[in-house]
């Protein structure tokens, strides 16, 4: 009887435990800031949890494509938050407070003049290390002179990543965008299926 009771309360002990783990879990998900986040200086703080975000693409221009000499030739992973996402395919634009994160990674240890390698899949591309993070925030005040977005480099380089960032010259990223995509609310929505109906 002893035994039984002593197995009971461990069992009642264990599902309490793990109810509590779970919740804390849940709890520590939930309290990830969203949106853009600046520190006092006015320096937008590393974006969290975006890996979990939707991802939209990842294009590509290798330099083995490129005569050795291409402006990015990392993959470009995107990610956008789920209810912004929300609104572009209602609208045809992100709300105000999205950041779109693009995380930059290496093509996998080229084997060929091209920078591709092969595979059981096939000769291609595959993805290498992390190597940096730009970021896009919408913010029509702060960022008025740029067309309502604003431009963040956190690194160009393996992890980690700077801690924060202050917002790149018009002449490093906005003037591309305003030169070709001002019309698809300064986003290359052409890159990503998800976007490109709109």
């Known amino acids: 009887m002893k035994k039984c009771l002593l197995a009971v309360v461990a069992g009642v002990g264990l599902i309490a435990g793990g109810a509590l783990l779970s919740n804390t879990k849940a709890a520590a998900v939930k309290a990830q800031p969203t949106g853009p986040v600046f520190d006092a200086d006015g320096k937008l703080k590393l974006p969290t949890g975006y890996r979990r975000w939707v991802f939209l693409g990842a294009p590509l221009t290798p330099n083995g494509l490129n005569n050795g000499k291409a402006g990015f030739p990392e993959y470009h992973h995107v990610y956008v938050e789920e209810k912004n996402l929300d609104v572009y395919l209602k609208t045809g634009s992100f709300p105000e407070g999205t950041v779109i994160v693009k995380e930059l990674t290496r093509v996998l240890d080229p084997t060929f003049p091209d920078g591709s ?75 990503y299926p998800m976007l490109r109906g709109k």
Do not use: I, L
């Open 117 to 191: 390698r092969s595979e059981p899949s096939g000769r291609g591309y595959f993805n290498g290390v992390y190597n940096g993070m730009d970021v896009t925030v919408k913010d029509s005040k702060r960022f008025a002179k740029t067309n309502g977005w604003g431009f963040f480099n956190f690194g160009h380089h393996p992890e980690p990543y700077a801690e924060a960032s202050t917002e790149a010259s018009a002449s490093e990223c906005a003037g591309c965008h305003a030169a070709y995509v001002a019309k698809t609310d300064m986003t290359w929505v052409q890159f």
